[in-house]
């Protein structure tokens, strides 16, 4: 079986880009994969946060896997922090990688601009730790959204660098790492801000009208659709240039309804004709009916911490027999001393 891995970070509340984007696809192969779901704690220091939230944000995106869909008896979720093979190896790798293939990222140049002077060294090396997180697991599949895109392509140039390195023929020596491959939803991998259909949503936004949280209220929902950016033309139509907005809002209604069986026909078919007074309602309702139930099992999950407590226990022991093993291999590769073998 094809082994996936893939994780969200737990800062804010998580919102519709990474559910629609990644989480969704995870839920949806787990029969057919072997998966491992990671809450990416040490990603979410890379930017200034609240030591009095991370723990709390932590449970809750874990409950929110389990309310999305992710099931404990055929998928491992756990939290990186607890697999202490991730940082250990990020040093590894932090000293096969040329600085220049980082400089390159566009996540970090946009983020650290936000950051301004204080840019931490934790979020340069962000993609490293990402690239620790596959490798360890010899993941073969990656489902992320389309903005994580260049940092997969990282991982496998660190994979290959260090595999032709370490392990060529001379070292008479196994590849350590497997390539990965990114798996990326065409619909649904890039969801756009509700404020402007040209960039992401996202976490970090300062107005939280630009994005659908997971547990917003259905009154918070609709009162965000109400207000969304769109425009003056007449009708609705996928894929004009000029109209991102409503191309966004188009994905994200197919994207709440493909499970009803919408198609990108059928929906062209029920809204082609629509403004968008008579749209914003539609799309309001079917968010809100593809959220309802994920809120309703949140809600249940965290009535039972000692129940998500069992469940990262379990997932921290299993992550960790995987990892632990790969980073044996790379030290091993790396000519490391182990103590008591010859
Ligand atoms: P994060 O928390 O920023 O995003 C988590 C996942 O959500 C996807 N995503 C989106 N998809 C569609 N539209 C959007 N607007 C949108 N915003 C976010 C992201 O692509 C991602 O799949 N660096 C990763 C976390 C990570 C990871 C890993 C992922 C750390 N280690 C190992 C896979 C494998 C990230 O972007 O987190």
């Known amino acids: 079986r094809k082994r996936v891995l893939s994780g969200v970070q737990p800062t804010g509340s998580l919102h519709l880009g990474n559910y629609l984007g990644a989480i969704r696809q995870w839920v949806k192969n787990q029969d057919e994969y072997e998966s ?37 008896s055929k998928s491992t979720i756990f939290v990186q922090s607890h697999v202490l093979a991730h940082t250990e190896l990020t040093w590894l790798l932090n000293c ?31 993609p ?9 697991y010899q993941a073969d599949l990656v489902p992320v959204g ?31 790492f497997r390539d990965p491959a990114a798996l990326i939803v065409t619909e649904g991998a890039r969801v756009m801000s509700l404020l ?22 259905p009154d918070t929902i609709r009162a965000k659709i109400k207000r969304c950016k769109t425009d003056a033309s007449l009708g609705l139509e ?3 240039p000029a109209r991102p907005e409503c191309t966004n809002l188009l994905n994200i209604y197919l994207a709440v309804t493909e499970g009803a069986g919408a198609t990108k026909e059928s929906v ?13 309602p539609v799309l309001t309702e079917a968010v809100v009916a593809h959220l309802e139930p994920i809120q309703r099992k949140y809600r249940q999950v965290m009535e039972d911490p000692e129940h998500i407590e069992q469940i990262l226990t379990q997932g921290a022991t299993d992550a960790d027999a995987i990892a632990s093993q790969t980073l044996g291999w790379a030290k091993d590769a790396m000519g490391f001393y182990s103590l008591g073998r010859k």
């Open 128 to 136: 490293i730790l990402m690239a620790a997180d596959i490798l360890l």
């Open 268 to 280: 062209l078919e029920e809204v082609a004709g629509m403004n968008w007074g008579a749209f914003k």
């Open 146 to 176: 389309e903005d994580q895109r260049q940092h997969l392509e990282l991982t496998r140039d660190i994979a290959r660098r260090f595999n032709d390195q370490f392990c060529n023929k001379k070292a008479k020596r196994r590849k350590v």
């Open 96 to 126: 096969v990688t040329p600085m220049n293939w980082l400089e390159r990222m566009i996540q970090f140049k946009e983020k650290a601009i936000k950051q301004g002077e204080n840019v931490g060294v934790g979020l340069f090396d962000y």
């Open 36 to 72: 491992f779901f990671c809450v990416v704690d040490l990603h979410a220091i890379t930017a200034p946060h609240d030591p009095k939230r991370l723990r709390q944000e932590t449970i809750e995106a874990a409950a929110l896997y389990l309310a999305a869909g992710i099931d404990p």
């Open 238 to 240: 996928w894929d004009n």
């Open 196 to 217: 402007d259909g040209t960039s992401k949503m996202s976490k970090s936004a300062e107005n939280d009208g630009s994005r659908i949280n997971l547990l917003d209220s």
